[in-house]
């Protein structure tokens, strides 16, 4: 595979400071003890093949290593793409190990591959978010407050968190709060994805008997324990998304 085009964002040094942990530096081992590659996003063509099923001239989205090439082995060979069945790969998490060819993908637009390189992973996290507070009911709250509201996880759960609400009555009276930095307020209430945005430090503005849900993306534990101490028992549930305070940053 020829890598030409990835994302290089925050979510990709969250990966590299979470290398040992989370085993992130196992993907893409480099052979060395004391130095690492930090794992991307993005989009290689296939320039040689021996594995049956998958042909040269293929564009690939997927995840890669910060490199010019990667050679991946192929198993369940499938229409819409493979899983790289590497060895130093299969005890590592699935959804990483996944590809997936461009000329089968119905999301595929060949003008947008930067955005999809730098949304789509995050998405599916913000996805899956959405996801589990509808499974649960959104825990018997009327609010879902979410911190680092401009980052790109954050906006993309508002986003999902709004469709839900335009399509079904349910949670038509859900509201969604977003907490930013004084700086990214304008540029987050310009996504229209939320109901109020709020600077960090205004969040005891909210009412405090709105039974609420709080989503942490910050990863801040002064901000949480702010608002675990503001909604008291009025807080449903709270979740924290990431291990990392590296939000609010924006790369493009």
Not at 152 to 163: D, I, M, P, Q, V
Request: proline letters at 4%.
């Amino acid at each position: 595979m020829k890598i030409d085009a990835f994302a290089l964002t925050s979510n990709n040094i969250t990966y590299a400071a979470f290398g040992d942990t989370m085993n992130y530096w196992g993907f893409f081992p480099t052979g060395d003890a004391v130095t690492g590659c930090i794992p991307v996003w993005g989009f290689a063509n296939v320039i040689e093949s021996r594995c049956e099923g998958v042909r040269v001239g293929e564009r690939i989205y997927g995840y890669y290593p910060i490199a010019s090439d990667v050679v991946l082995q192929p198993v369940r060979v499938r229409e819409t793409g493979f899983i790289d069945g590497a060895a130093h790969r299969r005890d590592l998490h699935g959804a990483y190990n996944q590809y997936i060819r461009c000329d089968t993908d119905p999301g595929y637009i060949a003008a947008r591959e930067s955005e999809q390189a730098l949304l789509r992973p995050l998405f599916t996290t913000s996805f899956l978010i959405d996801d589990f507070l509808a499974d649960n009911e959104f825990f018997g709250a009327s609010s879902v407050i979410l911190s680092s509201a401009s980052s790109k996880t954050a906006y993309g759960t508002a986003f999902c968190l709004a469709r839900r609400r335009s399509l079904g009555s349910e949670t038509a009276a859900l509201r969604m709060v977003g907490l930013t930095s004084p700086a990214n307020v304008a540029f987050t209430r310009g996504l229209l994805c939320y109901d109020d945005v709020l600077p960090h430090d205004e969040v005891d503005t909210l009412r405090a008997d709105t039974p609420s849900v709080y989503v942490d993306f910050s990863g801040s534990a002064a901000l949480r324990t702010r608002i675990h101490a503001h909604f008291g028992d009025q807080l449903k549930y709270s979740w924290s998304v990431f291990g990392t305070a590296i939000a609010d940053v924006c790369i493009w």
